[in-house]
């Protein structure tokens, strides 16, 4: 036995880990059972004594983290996650398992929630010594001269005891190899946490000193009631502080005067992803799924993790076979022994997974990474854990509508003419309302104003911290989202803003708050004369109007109030074109586009529609437009067949003729060319792939572009045509290249005509033909002895 456990009658056990350290819980268990201290003491908030007994329920299942946040400012909240391979967790079922008293002795959350955001205790100074902070692993694993502190930690602690002897040389900080004793690890440590602590004093960490002050008070009290042999677990950090000799008198006074805030703390699943420490996590590791592996496989862990990675690749269509893995094993072991490891470790078995499984492809690394190195991995916490009115509502209806929290992001169709459906998006968009985004609206099927809503769900652990903050709203998602949605429309004091928050209440489904929302979106209409603010409103009332069918929602308010705007926009938008430079030009061909859907969305108005037609041909006509928006005009006045092609041909050789300034001749196309709204970028590109007459015209515009000239209206052009697909630009550069056809050349079955610039003269009938009767059978057309005769030729 070493010295801490012979002297357990008259001290404490003091067990220094790392957080989230498989190595060190297995060491805390080992040393737990040997001692069999008649309470523990854990690092962790004192206000989660009462929450302790719950870890005992079979329902709880970590990860997990005690989430303690200010009541009276939810959004100031802390965590203390917990994995199963935490040696925290470990020590806390072991008391539990075996009926000894635990505890949490760690400064209260109510002063670390207050002093968090107060300077005066310790954050501008720790700013400042952010560059002079001590990382103890690093430290130590240079000091052993390792250049990777997770591969020290790995070898010193990680492969001990079941999963492969330490050599002597890898041994703990002091140089006991360790053996069958229990606790020499922690001895080991704790002499090398002195060393450094003697060094660097608090190591850049000044709020340490409070909290190592308060945990020496509670060892003292705790030694008090149940003896000098309790077990402390606690980070190997502050081993030293509570070892050292301290008066009760000094201690508290580095407590006086601690900030207070009022708080609250519960239970909430954590995921293995937020205890990575690329996710921000202080106390967090690189490789949780790997430590978790570590910690749960009962024996040879190498194999069964390459097993599980060639399990991986199998799903993702890989092939991987049994004798990937063999031999991926023999190569992870010998890369161990030439680097002079005790057991392989996550590099040497990443290592052989690239050379023997990916074909030495580092592309399928990013998934082992991402699927099993950190793992999404989602705890679960039982009913009867402490929770905010809001997320008890939150949790019925994820069960009544079978939505379950899941930390792997999954895609999730609805469809609104089913009542499940309708009400699981109303929930979706009543969070988002309330800034809890569990989903995300996806594009694709679920194309705005139909019957189909695509959302992409992943649940991350601080979404807990949202609902909390959710709470001062209301006791249920529905009220809470009324709630929110009101004060946002008496405090919004932009148009776009209200007619924004009118749509998510139709999305939502909060008929309650409309009336509200109604008044503001009146008032804020009839005193905004700007026709720009008027222009982005509109778009969203039209939607809304469309998503109150989909959902069967009264909207003969919203709709009049739609159609005074769209009239407003329609007398003030011509007056508003003129005197615009490029941006604002550019700005307005976007409201141009939201507009004009906007109008053919609306419902019952002929008089707005012909309205808008005479405003897009006024546009059309002024030379004082610019060119941009001319262009577009006379492109929706086309698409929308109120523009003959004879006309429209007409309007682009009057803005490419000679006399028309280079630049705004290829504004004019960019207007006309470009995208249509709510049509892909390569829409105006098939125009010209169609129209022989504009695709000759812009054709010989652009020929005759002076080399002067030609730089300045290149930018232009090369944004208008490089938002087309590939395919679109191949075959409108092979038109080009081809060149005009010979004039009066005929075609079979067609009379001669003259060639357009090129394009064949005229329609080949004959090739034509050939294919009727296959486009028949597509639609469905062609009788039963027509198909078959179809079929028999071949065609």
């Given at each position: 036995?070493?010295a801490?456990?012979r002297a357990?009658?008259t001290?404490?056990?003091?067990l220094?880990?790392r957080h989230?350290g498989?190595?060190?819980a297995r060491?805390v ?8 201290p008649?309470?523990v003491?854990?690092e962790?908030?004192p ?9 005992a329920?079979e329902?709880?299942?970590p990860?997990?983290?005690?989430l303690a946040?200010?009541?009276d ?6 965590f ?7 040696p925290e ?19 209260p959350a109510t002063h670390s929630?207050a002093?968090?955001t107060d300077p ?5 100074d ?5 560059g002079?902070r ?9 000091t052993a001269?390792?250049?990777d502190?997770?591969?020290w ?6 492969h001990r005891?079941?999963?492969g002897?330490v050599?002597?040389?890898h041994?703990?900080?002091g140089g ?12 080991g ?6 060393a450094?602590r ?10 340490d000193?409070?909290?190592?002050a308060?945990?020496r ?7 008090k009631t149940?003896g000098?042999?309790?077990a402390?677990?606690?980070?190997a950090?502050?081993?030293p ?12 006074a580095?407590l006086k ?6 708080a609250e ?6 995921t293995?992803r ?13 490789s949780?799924g790997w430590?978790?592996h570590?910690f749960?496989?009962p024996?040879?862990?190498?194999e069964?993790?390459l097993?599980?990675i ?6 993702e269509?890989r092939i991987?076979s049994s004798?990937h893995v ?11 022994a030439?680097?002079g490891?005790?057991l392989a470790g996550?590099t ?14 580092d592309?399928?690394l ?8 950190v ?6 916490v039982?009913d009867?854990?402490?929770?905010v ?8 209806l ?14 999730l169709d609805?469809d609104?003419r ?6 699981r998006s109303?929930l979706?968009?009543?969070l988002?309302?309330l800034?809890?985004d569990?989903?995300?609206?996806a ?5 705005t104003?139909?019957f ?5 769900l ?6 807990h ?9 209301g006791t249920?998602v529905?009220?809470a ?15 776009a ?6 749509e998510?209440?139709l ?12 008044k503001?979106?009146a008032d804020?209409a009839?005193?905004d ?8 409103a509109?778009?969203?009332?039209a939607?809304?109007?469309?998503y ?5 929602t009264d909207?003969?308010a919203l709709g009049?109030?739609?159609t ?5 926009v ?7 074109c ?14 141009l ?11 019952e108005a002929e008089?707005?529609t012909?309205?808008?037609g005479t ?10 437009v ?7 005009a006379?492109?929706?006045l086309?698409?929308d067949?109120?523009l003959?092609?004879e006309e429209?041909?007409?309007l682009?050789?009057l803005a490419l003729?000679?006399?028309?300034p280079?630049a705004?001749?290829a504004?004019?196309i960019?207007?006309?060319?470009g995208?249509?709204p709510g ?7 098939m125009?010209?792939?169609?129209d ?5 015209l812009?054709?010989a515009?652009?020929?005759g572009?002076?080399a002067?000239?030609?730089?300045d209206?290149l ?8 938002a087309?697909?590939p395919g679109v630009?191949r075959t409108?550069g092979?038109l080009v290249?081809?060149g ?13 005509e003259?060639?357009a610039p090129?394009f064949?003269p ?5 090739r034509a ?8 059978l597509l639609?469905?057309?062609l009788?039963?002895?027509?198909q078959?005769?179809?079929?028999g030729?071949?065609?």
């Open positions: 036995m070493t801490t456990v357990a009658a001290k404490p056990l003091l220094g880990v989230h498989p190595g060190s060491s268990r080992a040393a737990l059972d040997a001692a069999k008649p309470a003491l854990i962790g908030p206000e989660g004594d009462a929450l302790l007994p719950l870890a329920d329902r709880m299942r990860p997990v983290a005690l946040h200010a009541v400012d939810p959004a100031r909240a802390a203390w996650p917990l994995a199963e391979f935490s967790w470990v020590a806390l079922r072991w008391a539990l398992e075996h009926g000894v008293p635990v505890r949490f002795i760690d400064l929630l002093m968090a005066t205790w310790g954050d501008g720790e700013e400042e010594a952010d002079v001590v990382d103890p692993l690093a430290v130590l694993a240079e001269g390792y250049d502190p997770e591969r930690w790995e070898d010193v602690v990680e005891g079941p999963r002897p050599a002597a040389r041994g703990p900080p006991d190899d360790g053996g069958t004793d229990p606790v020499a690890v922690f001895d440590l704790a002499e090398a946490m002195s450094l003697e060094a660097y004093g608090h190591g850049g960490h000044r709020r000193l409070i909290r190592e308060y945990m008070l509670q060892l003292r009290a705790e030694r149940y000098d042999g309790v402390v677990v606690c980070g950090w502050h081993v502080a509570l070892a050292a000799k301290s008066t009760v008198t000094a201690d508290r580095l005067g601690l900030p207070k805030v009022k703390i519960t239970w909430v699943p954590w293995h937020r205890l990575a420490r690329h996710t921000g996590y202080g106390a967090g590791i690189d949780p430590y978790g570590l749960g496989a024996d040879r862990p190498v069964r993790w097993t599980k060639a399990g991986l690749l199998r799903e269509d991987v004798a063999i031999e991926a094993v023999r190569l992870a072991g010998t890369l161990a030439m680097r490891r005790p996550l040497e078995t990443m290592d052989a997974v690239r050379a023997v499984m990916c074909d030495g492809s592309v399928p990013d998934l082992i990474r991402d699927r099993l190195i793992g999404d991995v989602l705890g679960e039982p009867s854990a402490p929770a009115p809001l997320q008890r509502d939150l949790t019925r994820q069960r009544g509508l079978r939505l379950k929290p899941e930390a792997l992001e999954r895609e609805l609104l089913k009542e499940t459906d309708a009400e109303r979706l968009h009543r988002r309302l800034g809890v569990w989903g995300e609206q594009g694709g099927r679920g194309s104003g139909t189909r809503e695509s959302w992409r992943r649940w991350q652990p601080e979404l911290v949202r609902v909390a903050e959710a709470g001062v709203w249920t529905l009220a989202a009324t709630a929110k949605a009101e004060s946002l429309a008496v405090s919004a004091t932009a148009l803003d209200v007619t924004a928050l009118a998510r209440c999305l939502a489904g909060l008929p309650d708050a409309l009336p509200v929302v109604m503001a979106l804020r009839a005193l004369a700007d026709v720009g603010h008027l222009a982005q509109l778009p969203a009332l939607r809304s109007l469309r109150g069918d989909v959902r069967a909207t003969a009049e109030v739609a005074g705007l769209a009239l407003r329609c007398v003030g938008l011509p007056p508003a003129g005197g615009l430079d490029a941006d604002g030009a550019a700005e307005m061909r976007g409201h586009d939201g507009v004009h859907t906007a109008i053919r969305l609306l419902p008089e707005v012909a309205r808008w405003v897009l041909r006024g546009l059309a006509d002024r030379d004082t610019p060119g941009v928006i001319r262009g577009r006379a492109r929706l086309l698409d067949g109120r003959a092609e429209a041909a007409r682009m050789g003729s000679p006399g028309t280079p705004e001749a504004a004019w960019e207007g006309f060319v995208g249509g049509a892909g970028s390569s829409c105006g590109g125009l010209l792939v169609h022989e007459r504009l695709l000759g812009v054709d515009w652009l020929t572009v002076p002067e000239a030609f730089t209206v930018p232009l052009l090369r944004r208008t045509f490089g087309y697909e630009r409108l092979e290249r081809r005009p056809a010979a004039p009066g050349t005929p075609t079979a079955g067609a009379a001669a003259p060639g090129g064949g005229g329609l080949d009938e004959e033909d050939a294919v009727t009767g296959l486009v028949r639609l469905g057309k009788g039963e002895t027509e078959n005769d179809l079929v030729a071949g065609r």
